[in-house]
């Protein structure tokens, strides 16, 4: 076989439409680069469609279920209750949600939903090592468009039946979970491993994007009914899903890319230590699927599969119940519309982004996934407690202490979904088998999701009592994801010691080969 600088033969791949449409207008081949350009934008573009659909039914939540019992209002032991009655700012409701177990009907359906979403995810992985991640990806978008925008049909359908909405959710979740495998695995293809935490640290601030896009969406819609809130992120899902069948490139072989010379040859340093070239040539790796029981054995991926059931069971839980939260929830003596809820939840999804992109960097500068995860999960205990206990004072407090939960809860998460995902996709322990990608990422997702299907549950019980019981679910979560790197984190802590010690100067900053 010839060397990653030999152009492939024509007949090896086939371009999509849309790349050989720019490659028409521009007469000339497509550089790496801007292939590399291509695929960070179209899969940004991509899951952050994803998470727009997913975000809506926490802002619709209020206007289905807007009666509450007394208790899920909030005042702190230093004033009385000066707001409004909660049915005041919210309207009279959406049967079968507007009852008195509406709250608890609302969790089974987001239960529902993340639970065939986690187990389509290990499908999925298994499902997209093995086949054309553009079709996959483009059928999974579409079919997410479509079960997306059935949800909201119920409304002018007039529909009022509690398993409509349940069974549509189920098979949302089910093509929902589609994405998350392919667009890492798309994205690992093309990035090597030096900056890989801080270009996905900034790439997945496309979950926060979307999360903030389907909240303003949802809730500037729900003046026009709710069913709105779901048909227009469902059409434009489906939008999105064409733009990824006509452009996404899946690899560099895909369609006969070619690095350039340095990218290739030329090794990165790190202070004296080199570093592994971005691309091998094809004679170095030949390609092929791994078992999902082999996937499981690769040194790290366990403990950072259990640590994510944790913090996605924070992360989910805030965004499912965040602007239900507020808008129960008096803040300096008022509530807020479902609205005003909603646009206030986006807070947490800023904070994300920059909790996302911090996380990345830190861990490619220390070289320690690890121990840059389980520190962001520690500060995310005392940053739930404050927000919970000061975040009623006033609005300005509550955007602060919501930005800084948001920094800290979403920061390990983004980090382990993404480049640790990758990083343990390409293991030295493969051996050459590096077509594990997207099974990895499906087994530590499809983990995470199983808590983020708990944590929603959990909240839509526990919240009939009392959300402070719900906080405190929140923090020993946080606390428990700490816990469960901690083998990790000393692997590490030890690596960079015994490291120091040979070189006889400052720790490499190359992410630490995890073997536990």
């Known amino acids: 076989m010839g060397s990653m600088l030999e152009p492939l033969p024509a007949t090896n791949y086939r371009k999509p439409l849309g790349i050989r449409f720019l490659e028409h207008i521009k007469k000339k ?16 573009f991509a899951y952050a469609s994803y998470h727009a659909t997913r975000k809506t039914t926490s802002v619709v939540k209020s206007a289905l279920d807007p009666e509450s019992d007394v208790s899920l209002k909030f005042s702190p032991w230093w004033r009385k209750n000066l707001g ?109 491993k030096s900056k890989r935490g801080l270009i996905m640290g900034i790439w997945n601030a496309h979950t926060s994007v979307g ?7 949802a809730s500037v819609l729900l003046a026009y009914g709710w069913g709105w809130s779901f048909v227009v992120p469902g059409l434009m899902i489906a939008f999105v899903g064409l733009v990824v069948f006509l ?42 699927a791994i078992g999902f029981i082999e996937a499981w054995k690769i040194p790290g991926v366990a403990p950072f599969a259990l640590c994510l059931f944790f913090a996605k ?24 519309s479902s609205e005003a809820a909603g646009n206030l939840s986006t807070v947490f999804d800023v904070g994300g982004v920059v909790g996302g992109i911090l996380a990345g960097h830190i861990s490619d500068r220390l070289g320690a996934r690890a121990i840059t995860a389980a520190s962001f999960m520690y500060c995310a205990i005392p940053a739930l407690f404050f927000y919970r206990s000061y975040g009623s004072i006033s609005v300005p407090v509550n955007v602060v202490l919501m930005f800084i939960t948001g920094l800290f809860v979403n920061g390990p998460y983004a980090l382990i979904t993404t ?9 030295s322990s493969l051996e050459g088998d590096s077509r594990a990608l997207a099974t990895v990422t499906a087994i530590i997702d499809g983990t995470g999701s199983v808590g983020a299907a708990l944590g929603p549950l959990l909240t839509g019980y526990i919240s009939a009592k009392s959300w402070s019981a719900v ?13 469960l790197l901690t083998r990790l984190v000393v692997a590490e802590v030890a690596a960079k010691i015994a490291e120091s010690r040979r070189q006889g100067g400052p720790t490499s900053r190359s992410p630490v080969q995890l073997e536990v």
């Open 84 to 192: 409004r009655p909660v049915s005041w700012a919210l309207g009279s409701g959406w049967a079968p949600f507007d009852g008195a177990d509406g709250t608890a009907l609302l969790g089974d359906i987001d239960v529902a939903f993340l639970g065939v979403y986690a187990i389509g995810m290990y499908f999925s992985g298994h499902l997209g090592d093995r086949l054309n991640l553009r079709i996959f990806l483009t059928v999974g978008m579409v079919g997410t468009g479509l079960f997306t925008s059935l949800y909201g049909v119920g409304y002018w359908a007039n529909i009022h039946i509690f398993y409509y909405f349940l069974i549509d959710q189920m098979f949302a979740g089910l093509f929902q979970s589609t994405g998350w495998p392919s667009v890492v695995a798309v994205v690992g293809n093309w990035f090597g």
């Open 29 to 44: 081949t497509l550089s790496y680069k801007a292939y590399q350009a291509i695929v960070l934008i179209v899969t940004f």
């Open 419 to 427: 480049a640790v995902s990758a990083d343990l996709g390409t293991h």
């Open 247 to 288: 452009l996404l490139p899946v690899s560099p072989e895909s369609v006969g890319a070619v690095a350039e010379e340095d990218q290739v040859h030329s090794p990165r340093k790190n202070g004296e230590e080199v570093t592994e070239p971005l691309l091998q040539s094809d004679t170095e790796v030949k390609k092929k």
């Open 313 to 336: 069971l924070v992360a989910y839980t805030f965004l499912y119940w965040l602007p239900f939260y507020i808008s129960h929830t008096d803040i300096d003596g008022k509530y807020l």
């Open 211 to 217: 999360n903030i896009a389907g909240s303003v969406i």
């Open 471 to 483: 906080f405190t679910m929140l923090m020993a979560s946080a606390l428990v994801a700490g816990l």
